[in-house]
């Protein structure tokens, strides 16, 4: 069964600190991985998208990283800002599996002053 | 956020209403999503249309009805919903398959 896992669930830090969030998965095979935030109230909005071989994409303060091999991502948030906290959802895509994705159930981020 | 957008952002209704949800998408996309987001859950797929016709039903109960008029407009039907229902309802776009989703603002749905 095709799962993404990620942790912690949730996490607070304060403003000016890095951080990073994991995601493991079992989704096979596998065609590409992407980061969403998600603002209390609102949609997702996607920060990074990777395919096999690509092992790190960068969006401004935010770095995503994977190993296809340990089928694990990681996302590293740099000198946070309160606008950081949010919900990050990993989404894992299977080759061949139509237009379904596999959401992990995200990890939520409180940046305090 | 205008890329995708959903009315009404909120709507509380009781189990014997019939009520829509709309999206709308300006983005030139052929395929449309309609999610649930319940609390402490993923994010689950109920339906997928390309180019108007469905292509999945994710075992979603007859009391959740989609409608897709054209590739700019999906609808979701409600009616005789449970409270359980209750939950962000998200609408999303994409290219194609294997392109990425964009994601309407949701409606929070509450169902008394």
């Known amino acids: 069964k095709n799962q993404v896992e990620q942790s912690p669930q949730s996490l607070i830090i304060l403003e000016g600190k890095n951080c990073t969030l994991q995601?493991?998965?079992?989704?096979?095979?596998?065609?590409?991985l992407r980061w969403y935030k998600q603002d209390t109230g609102r949609g997702p909005v996607s920060l990074t998208i990777?395919?096999?071989?690509?092992n790190t994409k960068s969006n401004g303060r935010y770095t995503a990283t994977l190993d296809a091999d340990t089928k694990q991502s990681s996302l590293h948030i740099t000198a946070s800002q309160l606008s950081d906290s949010a919900s990050y959802i990993c989404?894992?895509?299977?080759?061949?599996?139509?237009?379904?994705?596999?959401f992990g159930k995200g990890t939520s981020l409180l940046v305090t002053p | 956020e205008t890329g995708v957008t959903q009315t009404p952002r909120h709507l509380v209704m009781g189990m014997t209403n019939k009520k829509s949800l709309k999206c709308e998408q300006h983005?030139?996309?052929?395929?449309m999503y309609w999610y649930k987001q319940s609390a402490k859950k993923p994010l689950e797929l109920m339906f997928v249309?390309?180019?108007?016709?469905?292509?999945e039903n994710n075992s979603v109960p007859s009391r959740f009805s989609p409608e897709c008029p054209n590739s700019s407009h999906l609808f979701l039907h409600l009616h005789t919903l449970q409270p359980e229902d209750s939950a962000l309802y998200l609408c999303?776009?994409?290219?194609?398959?294997?392109?990425?989703?964009?994601f309407g603002p949701g409606t929070r749905l509450t169902v008394l």
């Open positions: 989404v894992v895509s299977a080759r061949g599996s139509g237009y379904a994705l596999n």
């Open positions: 999303a776009s994409s290219l194609g398959q294997d392109w990425g989703q964009y």
């Open positions: 983005l030139g996309h052929n395929a």
């Open positions: 995601c493991n998965y079992t989704v096979s095979p596998f065609s590409n």
């Open positions: 249309y390309n180019f108007k016709e469905q292509t």
């Open positions: 990777m395919t096999f071989s690509e």
